[in-house]
């Protein structure tokens, strides 16, 4: 299934998106997500995807180009009950989040009316706690610097979930959520 064979989610600033896809061509095969400015893309070793866009970010590059990139490492199709889905989803992710601290980010682009980001990340941040307690764990939830954030990104029909740890984020500033 194509439309699930991405593990990258990669923004331009307003009207640059085919700058972006022809300055990133070299480094990762994108391609358009169905929404504005966004674009997806599959790379089989994320660090070094990650490093190669470094190394090319000159200043305009960087500041007027590529907006952000947000690395994923689950693609899935939303089921109606979309909350519920993502609280699975996300939950594959407790092993990696122990001992962790950490907050949940949701980027939602379509799904108007039928999502709201605040308030399924306080659903997710939630089962989350709730799970993490259940294996007997102390959650840290912060949103100031955490050692992970939990990155849900909703494109239309499909989905993708991750996590971006801090020094991910620390390396590469155009890892930005």
């Known amino acids: 299934m194509r439309f699930l064979d991405w593990n990258l989610v990669v923004t331009a600033h307003g009207g640059r998106r085919h700058d972006l896809v022809h300055a990133l061509r070299p480094i990762v095969r994108l391609r358009r997500a169905g929404y504005s400015e966004v674009l997806i893309g599959r790379t089989a070793d994320v660090e070094a995807c990650f490093a190669a866009i470094a ?24 089921a109606s009950e979309i909350e519920a ?5 996300t939950a594959a992710l407790l092993d990696e989040l122990a001992g962790k601290s950490f907050h949940v980010r949701v980027e939602r682009r379509g799904q108007k009316g039928i999502v709201q980001s605040d308030r399924l990340e306080r659903t997710l941040g939630t089962a989350l ?49």
């Open 129 to 177: 706690v709730e799970a993490l307690r259940a294996r007997v764990e102390t959650p840290r939830v912060t949103f100031r610097d955490p050692d992970v954030i939990v990155a849900v990104e909703l494109i239309g029909e499909v989905g993708g979930v991750g996590l971006v740890p801090r020094p991910l984020r620390e390396r590469y500033p155009f890892v930005r959520l």
């Open 85 to 89: 889905q993502l609280v699975v989803e």
């Open 55 to 78: 190394a090319r970010t000159d200043e305009i590059f960087a500041t007027e180009v590529l907006a952000r990139v947000v690395p994923v490492t689950r693609t899935f199709m939303i």
